[in-house]
């Protein structure tokens, strides 16, 4: 087991020592390990006195309803017991919300624990936005469609001054790329180096060749060259930038995502140059329309893979 699940064991196997008739249950297989958690957690030092008077009713009820069950009736005892309206409950709920993203081989995991009222305004947004990017003929899986509205949630959190302009007109943060090459690379004494030129992702690793060419539709990208150990020899001006005149008159042109049947609107959409900026396309208006970000995904992906069936 990971170390969450060991940690949650060992917890439960500590606070059962301190509920005689809830340990004694489960024990003899009368109770899961889930109805056991559900009294567990409801111990504290606060509590022990008068939540021993009614353990042994808490089990009874234990051994005939369902852990959800359990946890609605547990609940109104201890409310009762703390004699708050349930205040301690939700604030010891609220300590225990976290949430954690780590990288695992070459995959980013999201995890998440939260309190019934976090939980529910998680759920509604993700279940909102998922119905918002829905477009007829979608036959991905529930659990899919929810992974890009979450992402789509905080991609679009990350707008400048969000609380002051209109999500219809406004344009979201640019992504920064930086094209690091060291000179010492090209030394033919150390041909090894030239292994390590790699364009790599702020946080989680290298980016696919793919991923670079949507990001570089439209971002800042500066050139730098160093000479050793970070010395800067040169930074090149910024380029395939689209100025705030031009993402303007792209707007009033385009007014919303140009991929068939969206209608995503500009605050969420992403400038796209039509003919490749790498493969000499201009930043100007008749080379550049609108996408939102999962129909300029989509493109960028595809031109990968015609590119690799072409050679």
Same mark, same amino acid.
């Given at each position: 087991?990971?170390?969450?699940?060991?940690?949650?064991?060992?917890?439960?196997?500590?606070?059962?020592?301190?509920l005689?008739?809830?340990?004694?249950?489960?024990?003899a297989?009368?109770?899961?390990?889930?109805?056991?958690a $559900? %009294?567990a957690?409801?111990?504290?030092?606060?509590?022990?006195?008068?939540?021993?008077?009614?353990?042994?009713?808490? +089990?009874?009820?234990a051994?005939?309803? !369902?852990?959800k069950?359990?946890r609605?009736?547990?609940?109104r005892?201890?409310?009762a017991i703390d004699?708050?309206?349930?205040?301690?409950s939700?604030?010891?709920?609220?300590?225990?919300?976290r949430f954690?993203?780590?990288?695992?081989?070459?995959?980013?995991?999201?995890?998440?624990?939260?309190?019934?009222?976090?939980?529910?305004?998680?759920s509604?947004?993700?279940?909102?936005?998922?119905?918002?990017?829905?477009?007829?003929?979608?036959?991905?899986?529930?659990?899919?469609?929810?992974?890009?509205?979450f992402?789509?949630i905080?991609?679009?959190?990350?707008?400048?001054?969000?609380?002051?302009?209109?999500?219809?007109?406004?344009?979201?943060?640019?992504?920064?790329?930086?094209?690091?090459? !060291?000179?010492?690379?090209?030394?033919?004494?150390?041909?090894?180096? %030239?292994a390590?030129?790699? $364009?790599?992702?702020?946080?989680y690793g290298?980016?696919?060749?793919?991923?670079?060419?949507?990001?570089?539709?439209?971002?800042? %990208?500066?050139?730098i %060259?160093t000479?050793?150990?970070?010395?800067?020899?040169? $930074?090149?001006?910024?380029?395939?930038?689209?100025?705030?005149?031009?993402?303007?008159?792209?707007?009033?042109?385009?007014?919303?995502?140009t991929?068939?049947?969206?209608? +995503?609107?500009?605050?969420?959409?992403?400038?796209?140059?039509?003919?490749?900026?790498?493969?000499?396309?201009?930043?100007?208006l008749?080379?550049?329309t609108?996408l939102?970000?999962?129909?300029?995904?989509?493109?960028?992906?595809?031109?990968?893979?015609?590119?690799?069936?072409?050679?």
């Open positions: 087991m990971d170390a969450g699940a060991a940690r949650a064991a060992v917890n439960l196997a500590k606070a059962l020592h301190r005689p008739a809830t340990e004694k249950a489960f024990d297989g009368d109770i899961s390990r889930a109805h056991a $559900v %009294i957690n409801a111990y504290t030092e606060e509590r022990a006195e008068r939540l021993a008077e009614i353990e042994a009713g808490l +089990v009874d009820v051994r005939q309803t !369902d852990p069950s359990l609605a009736a547990v609940a005892y201890t409310d004699g708050d309206g349930g205040a301690n939700d604030e010891q709920a609220y300590t225990k919300n954690h993203a780590s990288l695992v081989g070459d995959r980013v995991h999201v995890n998440a624990s939260l309190d019934p009222e976090a939980g529910e305004i998680v509604a947004a993700v279940e909102a936005m998922a119905a918002d990017l829905k477009v007829d003929g979608d036959k991905r899986r529930t659990s899919q469609r929810y992974a890009e509205a992402v789509e905080c991609r679009r959190s990350l707008i400048v001054n969000h609380n002051h302009v209109s999500p219809s007109t406004r344009r979201r943060g640019q992504p920064h790329l930086s094209f690091v090459a !060291d000179l010492n690379d090209h030394d033919t004494d150390h041909p090894d180096l %030239i390590d030129i790699r $364009v790599e992702g702020e946080r290298r980016l696919s060749r793919a991923t670079l060419e949507r990001l570089a539709c439209d971002c800042n %990208i500066n050139r %060259i000479d050793g150990d970070g010395l800067v020899v040169d $930074v090149g001006r910024t380029t395939r930038n689209i100025s705030a005149p031009l993402w303007r008159a792209l707007v009033a042109r385009d007014r919303h995502c991929a068939p049947g969206c209608t +995503v609107l500009p605050g969420w959409c992403e400038g796209h140059h039509v003919w490749h900026w790498e493969d000499g396309g201009p930043t100007n008749d080379n550049l609108l939102c970000w999962a129909h300029h995904r989509k493109h960028h992906l595809e031109h990968a893979k015609a590119r690799a069936r072409d050679g």
